[in-house]
Structure formats: C-alpha cells, structure tokens
C-alpha cells in the first residue's frame, strides 16, 4: 500500500498555434477519461494581437458534451439549434451535441479591437451510451448563479456536480464533478473522495497535495477514496475534475465521440455530404471534414 496520492501523472501534448498554445491532457495514451471527462484542453493564457482572436469555424459533434470556462477574454458561440452566447470568465456554457450538433466559437469584435485576451479550460464529457442519441441541447450558466465555497482561505467555484456541501445547476447527464479552485498564497483546500475517478490540474500558479509539488498543465490522476489538502505558496489556479467511471470504451476521432464505431464512421459521412445543419447566422463557411488522420479539434 503506497502513501503516494497519484495514480498517474498526464504530461500535456502542446500545440503552438501561432499567437497562444493549446495544452491537451486527455486523451491521452495513458488514460483516455477521467470520469466522463474524454477531453482536457488548456487554452493560453495569452494576449493577443490587436485585430486578431480565435476564429474556430462551424464544425460537428456527436455523442458528447462540451464545457467551456475561461479565466479571461470571451468567446461567441453559435450553433445549429439557433443559439448566440457570450461567455466570459466564471460562467460555464454547456452543449450537449447528442445525436449531432455543430457550432462555432469566435472572439468578440469588442475584443478583438482592444487585443482580446484568452484563458481558460474546454472539455468533452462522454455522454452515457443510453444518452448518446438524446435530442441536442445548449445552456448557458452565469457567473453568479454558480456556488462558491470557502476554505482555509481558498475560494472554489462549484462549476458541475456537488462538492464540498453546494451543488452547481449546471446540467450533468452522469456523475460529474468539476471546480475552478483559486488558492492565494499560504492557502489550502481539502480535496475529499467525493468521486470514484478524481485529477487535478494546475492552469496557473504553484501548488502542492500533501506536500507533493503539482506541475503546472498536467493531469494529476488520484487514488480512489484518497483524502489530501491541496495548499499554495505563492498563490494558483487549479481545476477538480472527475466523476463516475464510464459505463465502457469511448472511440474519438476528431470531433466525434461515440461507444460505436460506426456511429462515428456515419458522422464522417454525414459532415461530408452537408447532412448537419450549420449554425444559421454562421454558415458561409466551416472545417472540412480531414483526409488524414487529423487533432481532436481544430482551432483555426
């Protein structure tokens, strides 16, 4: 029996993309979830150009949820249901893609003249395989509707699931949890068994668990039923994630998710021959379905 709270340590596979980097821990060739989370992605932090922002054109999903939170900038969100949403920095927006979804997500002009800034967490959650094909759905969650907690002088907002006594009201199709954890310096948290499957991430900042120091853009794996005391030096920012196990096999490739093959074989095919609605006040143009093997998402 080993003292050491970790059960695996997920090192980032990065991608520079020209004015900011991409940190991506799940999947990955270790672990593919933690949880249902199947995606892990670290966005900046980063100042961009005056003029320029992120343009990630209309492109599809199945089978899957994403989460979007930012720690700076904004970002627009369009989507084939009709919806328009601006998210900025401590709401949470939640697309169920379902049977199929597709959308984009662009800087805002207001940012874009100033040099927008952008930082944050986007994840993919898997949906149960009972819940693959539900109808898809979009939510947007403000800043002050989410709980905040706090402990030993951290504050840590309740993003999904329950945790630490308070509940978010962001939608969960299984059992989630997930907080946005912000330590000052000489501050801690307790990190309770509250899931089967838990990881912690350092976006910014230095951090420790029980004394270990945490690298930051890595995926910190716990034992199952683990009790520790996450505490900050200097100050940091750090994300729990983590949930029930999945119920089976999850294949990726690309934007798809699915527990079939097939399923994700018929969603190539679909984007290809335009069967997916496209978001209908951002239509006159979308990522093309890759030839070759292609990343998980596409940025530009």
């Not at 992605?41 to 003029?51: S, T």
């Not at 949403?85 to 927006?93: L, M």
Request: charged residues 20%; aromatic residues 8%.
């Amino acid at each position: 029996m080993t003292d050491e709270p970790f059960l695996q340590t997920l090192t980032p596979t990065t991608h520079d993309l020209g004015g900011f980097k991409v940190h991506r821990t799940l999947p990955h060739r270790a672990r593919t979830t933690v949880g249902p989370f199947i995606f892990f992605d670290q966005m900046g932090p980063a100042q961009l150009e005056v003029g320029k922002g992120i343009d990630v054109r209309p492109h599809p999903h199945i089978n899957l949820a994403t989460v979007t939170y930012l720690f700076a900038g904004a970002i627009e969100h369009r989507d084939s249901l009709g919806t328009f949403a601006r998210i900025e920095p401590g709401a949470v927006n939640l697309m169920t893609a379902g049977r199929g979804i597709a959308h984009s997500e662009r800087s805002p002009a207001d940012e874009r003249a100033a040099g927008p800034a952008l930082s944050g967490i986007q994840t993919w959650l898997a949906l149960p395989a009972a819940k693959e094909e539900i109808e898809p759905a979009f939510e947007h969650v403000a800043r002050d509707r989410l709980p905040v907690v706090e402990d030993g002088g951290a504050r840590a907002r309740v993003v999904m699931g329950s945790l630490w006594g308070a509940a978010s009201p962001v939608t969960c199709h299984s059992d989630t949890i997930y907080a946005d954890i912000a330590l000052p310096a000489g501050g801690a948290m307790p990190i309770e068994p509250e899931a089967d499957e838990r990881a912690l991430y350092v976006a910014e900042g230095e951090a420790t668990l029980d004394g270990l120091a945490l690298a930051p853009a890595t995926l910190y794996v716990l034992r199952p039923g683990i009790r520790a005391t996450l505490r900050s030096g200097s100050g940091a920012h750090v994300m729990l994630c983590g949930g029930a196990p999945l119920d089976g096999p999850r294949h990726v490739w690309w934007n798809f998710v699915s527990s079939r093959r097939e399923r994700i074989q018929q969603a190539k095919e679909d984007w290809r021959a335009g069967r997916f609605v496209l978001p209908p006040d951002d239509r006159a143009e979308y990522i093309p379905l890759p030839e070759a093997k292609p990343l998980t998402v596409s940025y530009p």
